[in-house]
């Protein structure tokens, strides 16, 4: 299977930029596609995609989410923090069965 | 508007079966394939099983493939989980899913989920 790795947590100011990473224990681009994507979970709420194909923006999500990378090493960055961003955010590939899902990175306020 | 509703979860004790529902609406059901994903208590997120538009196909989690059947009826716009000989590891929020719109595999919905305690 392959392993999805999350710092457990991030602090950060609003107003300033959070950079989420995920790590994959082996690439999940092929050639043509980076098969990764974010979620957002807000406490007692189902998760919510942001990012699909590591950088394209799901419908109705702000410009302030955004997502890159490839092979086995993928941010999501939001810029500007807001309020509203508290939450936790989760990876998840789909390069291979069975798909899996990192641990989750919770974004906290300073 | 997309919805998803799940409902079945509940308290069951070990041994016993169960089934999930999810109610879709606001979209064609029949044009999708759908998924189930749960959530432990220490919100570890595991998938479960994709199923195909027309239930033709279905794929599941290694671990889970024995225990547990998915299943749908477009007629009445509703994907099943089936759950046998359940454990106490699988105490979790059961979320169903609708697969993306593009060929990759990502969960554009969600429902608000169904929990499930597996408990004597």
């Known amino acids: 299977d392959i392993v999805l790795t999350q710092s457990p947590a991030l602090a950060v100011s609003l107003g300033q930029r959070a950079t989420i990473s995920c790590r994959a224990s082996?690439?999940?681009?092929?050639?043509?596609?980076?098969?990764m994507h974010w979620y957002q979970q807000k406490p007692g709420q189902q998760p919510k995609l942001l990012i699909y194909?590591?950088?394209n923006l799901a419908s109705s999500i702000p410009a302030r989410f955004s997502g890159s990378g490839s092979g086995t090493d993928f941010t999501l960055t939001i810029n500007p923090v807001q309020a509203d961003d508290i939450a936790t955010y989760y990876c998840?590939?789909?390069?291979?069965?069975?798909?899996?899902f990192g641990s989750g990175t919770k974004l906290e306020i300073k | 508007e997309v919805q998803l509703v799940e409902s079945g979860g509940g308290l069951v004790q070990p041994g016993a079966s169960l089934k999930l529902s999810c109610v879709a609406s606001?979209?064609?059901?029949?044009?999708?394939?759908m998924s189930w994903v749960r959530q432990t208590p220490g919100k570890t997120m595991e998938w479960i099983g994709n199923?195909?538009?027309?239930?033709?196909?279905?794929d599941y989690a290694p671990s889970l493939k024995n225990r547990f059947t998915i299943s749908r009826d477009n007629a009445k716009s509703t994907l099943y989980l089936q759950m046998s000989n359940v454990r106490s590891e699988d105490t979790a929020t059961y979320y169903c899913?609708?697969?993306?719109?593009?060929?990759?595999?990502?969960?554009?919905?969600w429902g608000p989920g169904t929990m499930v305690t597996v408990s004597s």
């Open positions: 606001g979209f064609t059901f029949s044009d999708y394939w």
């Open positions: 194909d590591a950088s």
């Open positions: 899913t609708r697969k993306g719109i593009t060929t990759d595999w990502y969960f554009d919905f």
């Open positions: 998840q590939q789909s390069r291979e069965l069975p798909l899996t």
């Open positions: 199923i195909k538009y027309d239930g033709s196909y279905t």
């Open positions: 082996q690439s999940v681009s092929t050639s043509s596609y980076n098969l």
